[in-house]
């Protein structure tokens, strides 16, 4: 093998399909807390709690008086909204007695909560979305707070696989480009010729200095975008602990993003190419959007990037008029346009669904400029 191998240590436990790994999964992960035995851990990513109850019982059975904080931004288990996140490891913990002290933070993402934890973290378990930016930034995020020596792990590293969803490479792709001496290991479990579906590495001098690889890994594509909100609050923690290069980098790559992700759901709602769009949008005046949700404001931030003008946003005769200075453009109802017909053009952002109703009530009233 090209990593390190580590001794299996197998546990047995109750409910282990909750935890979402196999048992060569979770014998690896048993292995590498009885080689590490932590004192702080912090999982980001508990579902059921299933792995969670895998690693108190591991840590029991080690004779460890650990702490540990499961983190997850999901109040309730993303497979049923009527079972709290976290439900069976709630339930081991009230029957069972540990000298392990755990603590659930639900509801919340690791920037909102890491100063919360604080230092020291010996043992961390990403297990999240695995698709970008997922794993990525919330390593990042974490490396402040993590000891020299500390022992990450990385579930799902051949989802992509595994699901034959190509956008599924977060937690392979960060094994791939840190730095640090690396854990992973044949299982002859799986019929994806031996490869595992789980992998570790340590944290180190060599982790911290070239972290520009990690950094770098920002620019792939981002299957999901972050809000305004929460990119702030992980640059605010960049800033605090990392140089100025590597958060003016970051500031760069989350520019970037944003700016793929609005051309992507414009391509997606527009039907055409978003520079199909911006050819007819330049050659119009007075560009009137049709809306007032996400697709107006996604319009409009568009047309922020792109330079692209806009006379005002366009609501419904039926619709109660929109507070007006929540917008930085003029709103107003259908019939109450300052230019006739023919001197208007508009863009439908709306959802879909609603196209053909609107786009019949333009054409009657006289509107057939429509983007």
């Given at each position: 093998?090209?990593?390190?191998?580590?001794?299996?240590?197998?546990?047995?436990?109750?409910?282990?399909?909750?935890?979402?790994?196999?048992?060569?999964?979770?014998?690896?992960?048993?292995?590498?807390?009885?080689?590490?035995?932590?004192?702080?851990?912090?999982?980001?990513?508990?579902?059921?709690?299933?792995?969670?109850?895998?690693?108190?019982?591991?840590?029991?059975?080690?004779?460890?008086?650990?702490?540990m904080y499961s983190v997850d931004v999901s109040e309730f288990?993303?497979?049923?909204?009527?079972?709290?996140?976290?439900?069976?490891?709630?339930?081991?913990?009230?029957?069972?007695?540990?000298?392990?002290?755990?603590?659930?933070?639900?509801?919340?993402?690791?920037?909102?909560?890491?100063?919360?934890?604080?230092?020291?973290?010996?043992?961390?378990?990403?297990?999240?979305?695995?698709?970008?930016?997922?794993?990525?930034?919330?390593?990042?995020?974490?490396?402040?707070?993590?000891?020299?020596?500390?022992?990450?792990?990385?579930?799902?590293?051949?989802?992509?696989?595994?699901?034959?969803?190509?956008?599924?490479?977060?937690?392979?792709?960060?094994?791939?480009?840190?730095?640090?001496?690396?854990?992973?290991?044949?299982?002859?479990?799986?019929?994806?010729?031996?490869?595992?579906?789980?992998?570790?590495?340590?944290?180190?001098?060599?982790?911290?200095?070239?972290?520009?690889?990690?950094?770098?890994?920002?620019?792939?594509?981002?299957?999901?975008?972050?809000?305004?909100?929460?990119?702030?609050?992980?640059?605010?923690?960049?800033?605090?602990?990392?140089?100025?290069?590597?958060?003016?980098?970051?500031?760069?790559?989350?520019?970037?993003?944003?700016?793929?992700?609005?051309?992507?759901?414009?391509?997606?709602?527009?039907?055409?190419?978003?520079?199909?769009?911006?050819?007819?949008?330049?050659?119009?005046?007075?560009?009137?959007?049709?809306?007032?949700?996400?697709?107006?404001?996604?319009?409009?931030?568009?047309?922020?990037?792109?330079?692209?003008?806009?006379?005002?946003?366009?609501?419904?005769?039926?619709?109660?008029?929109?507070?007006?200075?929540?917008?930085?453009?003029?709103?107003?109802?259908?019939?109450?346009?300052?230019?006739?017909?023919?001197?208007?053009?508009?863009?439908?952002?709306?959802?879909?669904?609603?196209?053909?109703?609107?786009?019949?009530?333009?054409?009657?009233?006289?509107?057939?400029?429509?983007?």
């Open positions: 093998m090209i990593y390190q191998t580590i001794e299996l240590f197998h546990q047995d436990i109750e409910n282990a399909v909750y935890s979402e790994m196999t048992e060569f999964e979770r014998d690896f992960l048993c292995g590498m807390l009885k080689k590490k035995k932590p004192e702080k851990l912090l999982e980001i990513g508990v579902s059921a709690g299933g792995t969670t109850v895998m690693i108190l019982e591991c840590l029991k059975t080690l004779g460890l008086k650990s702490k288990w993303y497979r049923s909204d009527k079972r709290k996140t976290g439900f069976a490891a709630k339930e081991y913990m009230e029957h069972r007695y540990s000298e392990i002290q755990h603590e659930f933070i639900l509801g919340q993402s690791i920037p909102y909560v890491i100063d919360r934890i604080g230092e020291g973290i010996d043992f961390l378990i990403l297990d999240t979305t695995h698709s970008m930016p997922g794993e990525f930034l919330d390593f990042l995020i974490c490396l402040p707070y993590l000891q020299e020596g500390c022992i990450v792990l990385l579930h799902d590293t051949i989802e992509n696989h595994l699901t034959c969803r190509n956008n599924e490479i977060a937690t392979k792709l960060l094994f791939d480009l840190v730095h640090g001496n690396k854990w992973y290991m044949c299982n002859n479990e799986t019929e994806i010729f031996g490869f595992s579906n789980i992998a570790a590495f340590e944290v180190s001098k060599q982790t911290r200095k070239n972290i520009c690889s990690v950094f770098s890994g920002l620019t792939m594509s981002w299957e999901y975008m972050l809000t305004d909100e929460e990119l702030n609050k992980y640059l605010e923690l960049i800033g605090k602990h990392y140089p100025k290069e590597y958060l003016e980098w970051s500031e760069r790559a989350f520019s970037l993003q944003k700016y793929t992700h609005i051309r992507k759901e414009i391509n997606w709602h527009y039907g055409l190419d978003h520079e199909w769009l911006k050819m007819k949008w330049k050659e119009q005046k007075n560009v009137f959007l049709y809306g007032g949700g996400y697709w107006a404001r996604t319009y409009s931030e568009y047309a922020r990037m792109n330079h692209l003008p806009i006379s005002g946003w366009i609501i419904s005769d039926e619709e109660d008029m929109v507070d007006a200075g929540k917008y930085s453009l003029p709103v107003f109802y259908l019939g109450d346009l300052p230019y006739e017909p023919d001197d208007c053009s508009i863009i439908l952002a709306l959802d879909r669904q609603y196209f053909g109703m609107v786009k019949k009530n333009l054409v009657q009233k006289g509107y057939y400029m429509v983007l």
